[in-house]
């Protein structure tokens, strides 16, 4: 009896840090689980070890698919709750017309405006862009290839590949001529 005590003892102190977790701890809190440890460390019983191995299996998962459930739980009445606030903060001007949709037109979409279009404002050329006299008259200069790279690239948003394609050259000509333009109005 003395050396049960004994071996029961030696492997609470040997595994102390497993006992206090807490998925541990709320499953050994069990009576039952307890005494199925109990029996599988004393008296090596594999019946008690193969139960408690089961017993625990199925307590892990439950633990887990709760702990999931919790946090889908979580983020949905989040969303839910973000998505009723912004109905619910919408102006007037930001409703829709018609049925509910991101592609209908908002009501203040619908009213006239007295100033110019945007379109008709924007700069269309890459020289009405630059600060300096200097730097508008380096770009005067520049051959008809490297003004329109520098146009593809600053009003089209295009990358080296695409500029490639519509001038029928290779991506690294682009790439170079574009920061040999980049330099000159650097003035370096």
């Not at 973000?82 to 619910?88: A, E, F, G, I, P």
């Not at 049925?99 to 009213?111: S, V």
């Not at 600053?154 to 029928?168: A, P, V």
């Amino acid at each position: 009896m003395k050396n049960r005590e004994k071996k029961w003892g030696e492997f609470i102190q040997e595994n102390g840090r497993f006992f206090q977790e807490p998925v541990i701890q709320t499953f050994l809190a069990v009576d039952d689980h307890w005494d199925l440890l109990k029996a599988a460390i004393e008296q090596n019983d594999l019946w008690a070890s193969d139960q408690l191995d089961q017993r625990f299996e199925v307590y892990y998962l439950r633990v887990r698919m709760m702990r999931y459930i919790a946090t889908l739980t979580r983020l949905y009445v989040n969303t839910y709750d973000q998505s009723k606030r912004k109905q619910r903060a919408m102006l007037t001007l930001d409703k829709s017309v018609g049925t509910e949709g991101e592609e209908e037109p908002k009501r203040g979409d619908l009213i006239p405006s007295s100033e110019p279009p945007l379109d008709d404002a924007i700069v269309r050329e890459v020289q009405g862009l630059l600060p300096t006299e200097n730097m508008q008259q380096t770009y005067k200069t520049f051959s008809d290839t490297r003004k329109n790279v520098m146009h593809f690239y600053t009003f089209d948003h295009l990358n080296d590949h695409e500029i490639s394609e519509k001038l029928n050259c290779t991506p690294q000509n682009v790439s170079k001529t574009k920061r040999r333009a980049f330099a000159q109005l650097r003035g370096e």
